[in-house]
């Protein structure tokens, strides 16, 4: 079956702009995830969302939220982009709770 | 919060030798680790897991140990092969829980 996929794949803004990220999980998973990976900082949890409803939340601004629809499809939003926002937006999928994620290839975005 | 870290930021081993990835937690309230490798331009992909129940576990040439009273666990691959080069996670999760916390990364170069 199709794995994540994510869309759009690269993309430029410019600062105060803002972005919505969207992601379609592995067909029959309810759980997405998003992560935002630096060089040097790893994978930052974002958010969770499970059944429409966010679950879990990491610890960025409110600039960057997120949704999920009832065909359990993804999107997040960053809003009024600052240069430190410039990163890769991964995405995962999960059918359990504590089971393995599995991930889109990213988005990589470029604030200028 | 960097409640899983990795210290290493790269690690390079010659091909059949062993390599040893390491990895700390500082939450004892998480229960499953996880390792996930990542090549340039795709998303992670799932390696292998452990409980916290457990303190070991192989599959095949990769083998995860926990040491739940130093927080720390490690990745072994015996024999390393070129093929193995890439970004490993740690990550690491509480209970019923798809809030997933990753390290850095280590990147792990194995020369022919």
């Known amino acids: 079956k199709a794995g994540v996929t994510q869309t759009p794949r690269y993309l430029i803004k410019t600062r105060g702009q803002q972005v919505t990220l969207s992601c379609s999980p592995i067909s029959g998973h309810r759980s997405v995830s998003w992560y935002q990976q630096t060089p040097g900082q790893g994978l930052q949890f974002l958010f969770e969302y499970f059944s429409e409803t966010q679950r879990n939340k990491g610890n960025f601004p409110g600039r960057f939220s997120g949704r999920q629809f009832s065909n359990s499809r993804s999107e997040m939003n960053v809003s009024t982009l600052e240069l430190g926002d410039s990163a890769l937006y991964l995405c995962?999928?999960?059918?359990?709770?504590?089971?393995?994620?599995?991930f889109g290839e990213g988005s990589r975005l470029t604030v200028l | 919060d960097q409640q899983v870290k990795q210290n290493s930021p790269s690690l390079s081993v010659q091909e059949g030798r062993i390599s040893i990835l390491n990895c700390d937690y500082t939450n004892s309230m998480f229960d499953y680790f996880l390792w996930y490798k990542k090549y340039p331009a795709e998303g992670p992909t799932f390696l292998i897991s452990?409980?916290?129940?457990?303190d070991k576990n192989e599959d095949g040439r990769f083998t995860v140990f926990l040491n739940k009273s130093a927080k720390h666990l490690s990745l072994h691959i015996v024999p390393s092969q070129p093929g193995d080069s890439a970004v490993y996670f740690c990550?690491?999760?509480?209970?019923?829980?798809?809030?997933?916390?990753f390290g850095a990364g280590t990147r792990l170069t194995v020369k022919p």
């Open positions: 990550a690491a999760s509480a209970g019923d829980n798809n809030d997933m916390r």
């Open positions: 995962a999928s999960s059918q359990s709770n504590t089971g393995e994620l599995f």
């Open positions: 452990i409980s916290s129940i457990k």
